[in-house]
């Protein structure tokens, strides 16, 4: 039986709040305090040569503050097996709670710096722990809380950025290193949390430690199941053991694995999760409404990756992901031709704001999910989240940079960019993606080899009619 009558839910928890809560938090936090850091570089310039500081110059540095977050992000990803993230968060916010009293925005860089590593660095430990702490039945639940708890991050930044709580001139580094709190709590308390009990059993080969962590996670049982499944597991780690980010990219056993979960997070990234305020400001809603808005949006983020937790058991994967991405195509061309009827209708700026939560809504409740989890065995694991983490944190840091060349140059029409890519992991996912809900790691692995073996037979056959026609 694997009901969390044990400690499971506690340590989800803990695990959430120094994870990717903490990246939620991060990817938001910059969009209220932004007039009052600019105000600050500007002072501090201003105290420091006696001159106000050349427009350029601002932009450069400001530029350098938001783009760093993903610098860090990008080396943090290659560092999945250090633990010391919420140490490094712990620092990042001293640095950014004292950049104010010591008038120094290279501070504020440093801190982004060390904010982006350990909210990578959090978020891939996060990742891994709820991949092997979960039971096969609970797998797409327990990993779904990620999401979960990512927007839960982005809901509270936006929350504390209120005027009426902490987002005055005054407190603006406040703001910026509030989670720190919470890494406090979570460096208290993980010491006296179970380790995960695919590590101790796959790795450690202790499997009485493993059988004692599943009980006080999961509650009293046998686990025999589970034990069977990781014991399997362990005799293919024997066959095929640990390898390199580097290896891995050559295994061809693997290719299909990592071409899906490549495109997979292409789609996510490029499909303009990351810009609603931007849109929300291009749509002409008033900046001092913008702010409720997007806490109403995120309340509507935390509700549907909830219910997607509930529910992606019982549906399963696929279906949540193909139909997210085709509503969020949908929503993208739909934006794109109400943002041109602007000028001629007053309700289009309310009409673009329901599109983009509906928008948000279908990307929470399905490519939200993580599934590098689930489709790469515990050999391969370590790796594949080196792999993707930096893939992430590039296209991010990329992203940042592009976004507002290609809002300005293509206007309205950049939204066709992003409603393409949905559509691209629509099409990839319905045809090429296979079920994993209750399988195990290598049943799933297996379904991927099989689809390895016919694309690499079928381009045989092509090469042989090839070689034919030529002769």
Same mark, same amino acid.
């Given at each position: 039986?694997? /009901? ?7 340590? &989800? ?35 420091? @040569? ?27 990803? #290659?560092? !999945? ?6 140490? &490094? *968060?712990?620092?990042? *916010? ?10 120094? @925005?290279? +501070?504020?860089? #440093? ?7 350990? *909210? ?115 005799? /293919? +780690?024997?066959?095929? $053991?640990?390898?390199?980010? =580097?290896?891995? =990219? ?10 899906? +979960? ?74 794109? !031709? ?32 993580? =599934? ?13 989240? #080196? ?16 976004? $507002? ?28 993606? $296979?079920?994993?809900?209750?399988? /195990?790691? =290598? ?29």
């Amino acid at each position: 039986m694997t /009901t969390a009558r044990g400690n499971a839910l506690f340590l &989800i928890l803990i695990l959430g709040i120094g994870g990717s809560f903490q990246s939620g938090y991060h990817i938001t936090s910059l969009s209220s305090p932004s007039p009052f850091i600019q105000h600050f570089i500007n002072s501090t310039w201003y105290e420091r @040569y006696a001159a106000p500081p050349p427009r350029h110059t601002v932009t450069i540095i400001w530029s350098l503050i938001v783009s760093m977050y993903a610098v860090g992000g990008l080396f943090g990803a #290659v560092s !999945v097996k250090c633990f010391l993230s919420l140490f &490094i *968060a712990i620092a990042a *916010a001293t640095i950014m709670l004292t950049s104010k009293w010591a008038k120094s @925005y290279e +501070m504020i860089i #440093v801190a982004r710096v060390l904010f982006g590593y350990s *909210a990578a660095l959090g978020m891939s430990t996060h990742l891994m722990y709820l991949s092997e702490m979960s039971p096969r039945k609970l797998r797409g639940t327990v990993t779904m809380s990620s999401a979960t708890f990512a927007s839960i991050g982005k809901l509270s930044a936006q929350f504390f950025g209120l005027s009426e709580i902490l987002g005055r001139q005054e407190l603006w580094n406040v703001v910026l290193c509030a989670p720190a709190c919470l890494s406090v709590v979570q460096v208290m308390v993980l010491p006296y949390l179970p380790e995960a009990p695919r590590y101790l059993f796959i790795e450690k080969r202790d499997d009485k430690a493993c059988q004692k962590a599943l009980q006080s996670l999961w509650g009293q049982g046998d686990f025999k199941q589970e034990m069977e499944e990781m014991l399997t597991e362990q005799a /293919t +780690m024997e066959a095929a $053991p640990t390898k390199s980010p =580097l290896l891995l =990219l050559r295994d061809q056993t693997v290719r299909w694995q990592l071409i899906t +979960m490549s495109t997979i997070y292409c789609c996510n990234q490029l499909s303009g999760i990351t810009f609603a305020f931007d849109i929300f400001q291009r749509a002409g809603i008033p900046a001092d409404r913008i702010r409720y808005i997007t806490i109403g949006l995120g309340i509507s983020e935390i509700i549907t990756s909830i219910s997607c937790g509930l529910l992606i058991e019982r549906a399963g994967r696929r279906p949540l992901f193909w139909a997210g991405y085709g509503v969020m195509s949908a929503c993208w061309l739909s934006v794109t !031709v109400v943002l041109n009827l602007k000028g001629s209708v007053s309700w289009a700026p309310y009409l673009t704001a329901v599109l983009i939560i509906l928008f948000i809504v279908f990307f929470c409740g399905g490519p939200a999910g993580t =599934l590098n989890s689930e489709i790469f065995i515990q050999s391969n694991r370590v790796s594949a989240f #080196v792999l993707f983490g930096v893939q992430r944190w590039f296209v991010l840091a990329v992203l940042g940079l592009a976004f $507002p060349i290609l809002i300005d140059a293509l206007d309205s029409y950049c939204f066709v960019i992003f409603a393409c890519m949905s559509l691209l992991g629509c099409v990839y996912v319905f045809f090429f993606l $296979p079920e994993t809900k209750g399988k /195990t790691l =290598l049943e799933i692995s297996d379904q991927f080899k099989f689809e390895t073996l016919l694309v690499t037979q079928l381009q045989d056959i092509h090469w042989t009619k090839n070689i034919l026609h030529a002769l």
